[in-house]
């Protein structure tokens, strides 16, 4: 008789509760609190189901190890997994970090075969610290900071990548970097990311990213690249510019205050908002017509889902796919281990609209046809 599977199973509540609001992470209870009267509710045990439904092939065969409530337990028995707690039930809002490294040990103790975790940069460095490299981990992106190289692609990818290593079709790991910025400096503008650590996860780089690169300055390239924007930008249309140094360029060219991790308006060459939260992004693109313009995450591909959660599905489809403009250096493109682009907007409808093509503006009168897909 085969032996039974067992999967810890850990969702951080919150995780990526401040993406829409603006707030640059999730961590602390100001900033949670923040986000909920701004009308936001949690989405990461969303992404959780997401992923735990790819190992429905396996349920009558793997015992889930979880906490009841809001951090496993209810979607667990919800899709009629075998389930054992192994702590209190948990509700939103009730959660600490501590819950969460509490859960990861109590998997470790349990001799779980993998551990499988819904969160953001901040749950990756938790379950490092309670669990180092001691167990296989896959982490379901659900956060606002997605840095670290032990999450998947996206949370299909997260359960996909987790039943090929249980049916031991990929049951080689390897080790990847637990990253996580100071949220303080973040939220002035100041990007220092920070190595905490590596963990074990399922070597399988289709279904798995890279650490996040640092865009290293070109600066005559990307000044051909901004000034190919401002060159087709058209009166009384809003251009929202995404996060990043590539995006930020244009907005120095036109000499207007930015936000370098946020999502920033202008309008006939005048900032009309600054660090917009998504229903403020709504209000504008409600009103005016939109184009919205992203770079690419270097070293992983991602244009949607990283760090713009602002940019929501309803604003992407009011907008529209062909109102998204792509900038990125030719290095940064062919710096990327899929060669594609990645989107992960949490719509899976949405993410299959983006598959096939996209010119990329690469310089000055320059454009590089990529491909736009997900990892499955």
């Known amino acids: 008789m085969e032996k039974v599977k067992k999967v810890g199973f850990v969702i951080n509540p919150v995780a990526g509760i401040g993406g829409k609001a603006g707030l640059k992470g999730s961590d602390g209870r100001e900033v949670q609190e ?94 490092y610290r309670a669990v180092g490299d001691r167990i296989p981990v896959i982490g379901i992106p659900a956060g606002v900071k997605i840095h670290s190289a032990v999450y998947a692609v996206t949370p299909e990818s997260a359960g996909q990548a987790a039943l090929q290593y249980l049916q031991g079709d ?50 005559m390239n990307l000044d051909c690249i901004a000034t190919d924007v401002i060159k087709s930008m058209e009166k009384d249309v809003v251009y929202l510019i995404g996060a990043g140094t590539t995006t930020r360029n244009i907005m120095k060219i036109l000499r207007l205050d930015y936000t370098l991790i946020g999502i920033d308006a202008v309008k006939n060459g005048e900032l009309i908002g600054k660090d917009l939260d998504e229903q403020g992004i709504w209000d504008l693109v409600s009103r005016n017509r939109c184009e919205v313009v992203l770079t690419v995450i270097g070293g992983q591909g991602h244009i949607l889902g990283r760090g713009n959660q602002q940019i929501s599905p309803r604003i992407i489809r009011k907008i529209g796919i062909s109102g998204i403009k792509i900038i990125a250096t030719k290095d940064k493109l062919l710096s990327l281990p899929l ?38």
């Open 170 to 219: 990929a049951r080689k790991t390897r080790e990847a970097e637990v990253m996580d910025l100071d949220e303080d400096l973040y939220r002035r503008g100041i990007v220092a990311p920070r190595l905490y650590g590596y963990m074990s996860v399922p070597d399988n780089r289709q279904k798995m990213q890279n650490v996040k690169t640092r865009s290293v300055s070109e600066n």
């Open 339 to 376: 060669h594609r682009l990645l989107v992960d907007t949490g719509d899976a409808e949405l993410d299959e609209e983006f598959r096939g093509y996209v010119r990329v503006i690469t310089g000055l009168d320059e454009r590089t046809m990529c491909a736009v897909g997900t990892a499955d």
């Open 34 to 127: 923040k986000a909920i009267k701004k009308g936001i509710t949690p989405e990461a045990h969303i992404k959780a189901e997401r992923a735990l439904r790819q190992l429905l092939p396996l349920r009558e065969d793997m015992e889930i190890i979880t906490f009841g409530g809001a951090m496993g337990g209810d979607i667990a028995e919800t899709l009629n997994f075998k389930v054992r707690l192994v702590g209190r039930d948990k509700q939103y809002g009730q959660t600490e970090p501590a819950d969460t490294e509490g859960l990861a040990e109590a998997a470790l103790r349990e001799n779980a075969d993998l551990l499988l975790f819904a969160g953001g940069d901040g749950t990756a460095r938790n379950v």
